[in-house]
């Protein structure tokens, strides 16, 4: 099997010493990590790197997380900012839980506030896309539970990036570039003196950001949700159209959740549950693809992503049916239901594409829309320690740069996570996800997601993680990932790099990395889909390898680095 990604050496030479592992932690091309007793993997190589240090002096999964996100939060602000929020599966003491640390929507936003607003991208740029960020309160609850190592040494990595600098790189310059038509005032410290987006090799520094994760450092949570970062935040907000308020900050709460859990392929699989779509539907696919012995076929065929694509239709199909989970009317349990995957699985064939009586759906309400390409802007972080604790954390500001804020005096990049409601009924989203009525816009509820955080056991042991970005082609990319880890012998950095495909039910449209063998795209057609080339989202990875041994990996599609000790 070839790829077309560059990749260095697979596999690192066994008889490194742990000493030697240590050195080779930061990596800017797709390459698998090894480690040992621990590996962090990342979009970045300095929070993977700030994450092992962590690890190696004592720290624990949780521990390294936190200094993990922190550093995001510095160097790829685009998507690792404090303006955000996310989901984490953390696994301790042989126990996995879910944390939902996703934004909420203040409590002044109604259902009708982007409908009846004159702008049509309200919800996308601007005060009034900004949702109420839970990043903060999310690392502190992780810590709070699980951590062992104080709080602020996990804070001092990312303030001492912040406070000295670090270089820009091509990835930073090309997306200030992007989004330089989309917003322009407050995110100066990426800009030059003349209005342009920083050089590659220019070392930006913030130091403004660095006091707010100071007063994060000293005071917890009340650093970010109170006093002046708060009040930064919410006039910053105000002044650009929104209606977040103090109170919505300290008012902010996290939720731990059960995850969604199910036994398949000889292994145990976790992931997260509403208000994120993407365990219902992961677990959904999984289980078609093992009732229709999707392992029969070639993997990476054109049988293969038939059935594949198949699937996804289907799963997607009941997305409309997940959101806050106080407005879903049926359970994800209901959903990947036994009896009701196979009556979905009843509707496949090999030979051709189907279609099921897809009665219950008012496919008139739904206009298919072309989906966007991806747009990069969230990020996924692998984290496992010498006990066999682990975290799978995917976090968001939803939109590149997020809704294209930045707070005046600390510098914070906001989220346009309010973008992931059904702001405007019947329209499609900037993922070209036509929402139900269940997931409209209500004070205090949380918008659905497609993060899927996954880990994964086999016999009661910890055996792999794995997540992504790229909205609903999270959710598609982690199920095509898994299941060629679950039922292959590649390695887990073939199987990231490999071309994968997606189908969100709307539009109706199978979309496949341009690495695609144009014979299966060809196969793909002839037996019905309509194709289109786009890229697949760009998965992070740990597994363990035969030998015992951590391996990491995180996709040529994108960014990323991995650190192992
Ligand atoms: O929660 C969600 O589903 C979206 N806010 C995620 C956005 C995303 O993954 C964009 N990344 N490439």
Redesign the pocket.
Known sequence: MRFEFKRTSSVLALNLTVAAFSLMAATVEAAPTIGRSGLVVSADHWASEAGKQVLASGGNAADAAVATALVLAVTRPY?GSIGGGGFLLVRMNGKVHALDY?ERAPSAARPDMYTSHPNKKASEIGGLAVATPGVVRGLWDLHQKFGKLPWTRLAEPAIRLAESGYVVSGEIHDRLKESLADFDQSGKTFWSREGKPLEVGTTVRQPKLAAALRAIQKQGPGGFYKGPVARDIVETVKKEGGILTLADLSEYRTLWRDPLELNVYGHRVYSMPPP?S?GTLLLSELQMAEKLKLHDEKPWSGAQFHLLAEIMRRAFFERQYIADPRAMTVTPAQIFDPARIARWVSTVTRDRRTEPDWKSFDLDALRAQPAKE?????THYCVVDRDGNAVSA?T?L??NYGSGVWTSRFGINLNN?MD?FTARPGEPNM?GLTQSALNKVEPGKT?????TPTIVEKDGALVMLVGS????R?INSVFQVLFWALTTKFDIDEIVQAPRVHHQFLPDIVFHDRTLNPEVVRLLEEKGHKTKAETV??VYAIRKRADGLWEGAFDARGEGGGSGY
Do not use: Q
């Open positions: 998507f996703r994120s993407g991806e747009r990069l802007e969230t995917t968001t939803n939109g996570e992931d993922f918008p659905l997601s497609s993060m970005p790229g909205g609903p999270i989202a760009r």
